[in-house]
């Protein structure tokens, strides 16, 4: 993240493990992306790490490459389509997921104009102010932002499940203070607040395993 490696490989490893747990405590296939999303968040925060450590740090220097690539196709046109996916395969109640197929329609345009943008432009990130800053090539975010937040947080407020819409909260609270706070960083500010919250991910499958029914004795 915007601090330094050892926070970005430390959120990684506990994500991952976290994540490990949550994919273990999934009942059905159709929990696997949300089970999977701490896991994913975690491979983003390990890429930044190497960022991190591959950053010259002499002032006004920048970073391009693979990594800066990679870490931008799955911040920006990653996880616009498929956290709306995600939602749709868990949610059970038939009326709430015919809600979300247009979010699913918006998430794929907001991923296709990102990665259209990182592969026709020329990322970079540098350091300023302790923060990585991306420049994230030919990219206009203020729309595409705005369509970014409401297809990755408002679809988590339509679950059925309590836990997931704390779970959007968190989310939501974590991108105002990512963009008020860390306007020039808040790609990699939020990212690293959405992996944090992720860990929210293991109690809603812990909430959802101790309501499920117990098998009567024989």
């Not at 729309?143 to 679950?159: I, K, N, R």
């Amino acid at each position: 993240m915007c601090f330094s490696p050892a926070a970005s490989f430390t959120a990684a490893a506990v994500t991952a493990a976290l994540g490990l747990i949550a994919i273990s405590r999934g009942k059905t296939l159709r929990d696997l992306p949300l089970a999977a999303t701490p896991v994913l968040f975690a491979a983003q925060q390990g890429v930044e790490g190497f960022i991190w450590l591959r950053m010259p740090m002499t002032p006004h220097a920048t970073l391009t490459g693979p990594l800066v690539l990679a870490y931008l196709i799955i911040a920006q046109a990653f996880w616009p389509i498929f956290s709306p996916v995600a939602m749709w395969c868990l949610e059970p109640d038939a009326s709430r997921r015919r809600l979300i197929p247009p979010f699913i329609a918006v998430g794929a345009a907001v991923s296709g104009y990102m990665l259209w943008g990182l592969l026709t432009g020329a990322p970079v990130a540098s350091v300023g102010n302790m923060h990585i800053v991306y420049g994230a090539g030919q990219v206009h975010m203020t729309l595409a932002g705005a369509g970014y937040l409401a297809v990755v947080t408002l679809p988590l407020f339509m679950s059925s499940y309590r836990s997931v819409v704390i779970f959007g909260a968190i989310i939501t609270v974590g991108s105002l203070v990512a963009y008020v706070a860390y306007l020039t960083a808040f790609p990699s500010v939020w990212c690293f607040f959405a992996a944090i919250a992720s860990m929210a991910v293991i109690g809603h499958f812990e909430v959802v395993r101790r309501r499920s029914p117990r098998p009567v004795p024989a």
